[in-house]
């Protein structure tokens, strides 16, 4: 019997959302999971998880024992990180998710010069615009652009995202350029992601303004937008770390400057399990100190 690695197994299995997802995770058998989660709860005599054959559920007790298995399991981390010098070095591997077109612009210089200060650390990056599930995936930590959805995670802001409505003076020069937020409706707008109907949101007059755009394409990549843009397909709304450089040298002409909203919060998420984690807090304060995005000091948060 070992209570602690009993810990760790219903933690993952309650963060992963299922045995199977755990199992793998773990490098274990899904039986062994199983029976393993079913003698914990015959040793304490209460039942943890309600089972069904589509989810699994924790039980008021489950709940209690998870939270606290969570504290305990991240002070023995710390504890142990500490006895093998942790404190002074961080060591271990860190599975990140951050958005394709932000990574390519901004951690091609910032991770080589993080493993090159922490050379007991390894990164292991997926780069993908879709919002990743951290725990039935098994990340340590994402960087996301925006509101963040409520979850049990913990969110650190790191930075600010400036955003932008450009388009290029081909397109403006044939189709006018609008004044207003309401004179977009007569135009072809780039709207970034999918869904039926997309809305832009603006500030002015002290109010916020809700507009619909249409256009004949939607993509939920920023430099697929961009380049369609330059080419003179519409007017489009991104973020300046994609469009800058097509800014700066006239293929893009910003529209509408007065009416732009606040920056996008850039935030650094993680599970609470992590919340220790000396390699993650690392990498966390190291991109808070070397992005070039508009960086301001950020809090833990935890989102329920």
């Known amino acids: 019997m070992n209570p602690f690695e009993d810990m760790r197994i219903f933690c993952q299995v309650m963060d992963s959302g299922s045995f199977t997802a755990a199992a793998d995770q773990l490098g274990l058998s899904k039986q062994f999971v199983s029976r393993r989660l079913m003698q914990l709860e015959e040793r304490l005599g209460v039942r943890l998880i309600n089972r069904s054959t589509r989810r699994l559920d924790m039980t008021l007790l489950g709940q209690s024992y998870y939270e606290s298995a969570l504290r305990l399991l991240s002070e023995v981390e710390q504890v142990e990180q500490g006895i093998a010098g942790q404190t002074v070095e961080p060591r271990g591997t860190i599975r990140l998710s951050a958005p394709l077109s932000f ?19 390894t990164v292991e990056v997926d780069l993908s615009d879709r919002p990743v599930d951290l725990l039935g995936e098994g ?32 397109y403006l020069s044939t189709r006018g350029t609008p004044a207003k937020p309401e004179d977009l409706q007569a135009h072809d707008c780039l709207p970034y992601g999918h869904g039926r109907q997309v809305q832009w949101r603006f500030e002015g007059r002290g109010k916020p303004l809700i507009v619909n755009v249409r256009g004949r394409m939607r993509v939920n990549n920023g430099e697929l937008l961009k380049d369609a843009a330059i080419a003179g397909m519409g007017i489009t709304y991104l973020p300046t770390f994609i469009v800058d450089s097509a800014l700066k040298d006239g293929r893009l002409v910003p529209v509408l400057a007065d009416f732009c909203p606040e920056p996008l919060a850039l935030s650094a998420v993680y599970p609470q399990h992590r919340q220790g984690s000396r390699p993650v807090g690392a990498l966390i304060e190291f991109l808070r100190e070397r992005l070039d995005c508009g960086v301001t000091p950020g809090q833990s948060a935890r989102h329920t």
């Open 103 to 121: 990574a390519m612009a901004h951690l091609s210089e910032v991770l080589p010069a993080f493993l090159q200060r922490y050379c007991d650390v």
């Open 139 to 170: 990340y340590d930590l994402a960087l996301r652009i925006g509101v963040l959805e409520d979850s049990t995670l913990i969110a650190r802001r790191i930075g600010s995202i400036q955003r932008v409505y450009c388009a290029s003076p081909a």
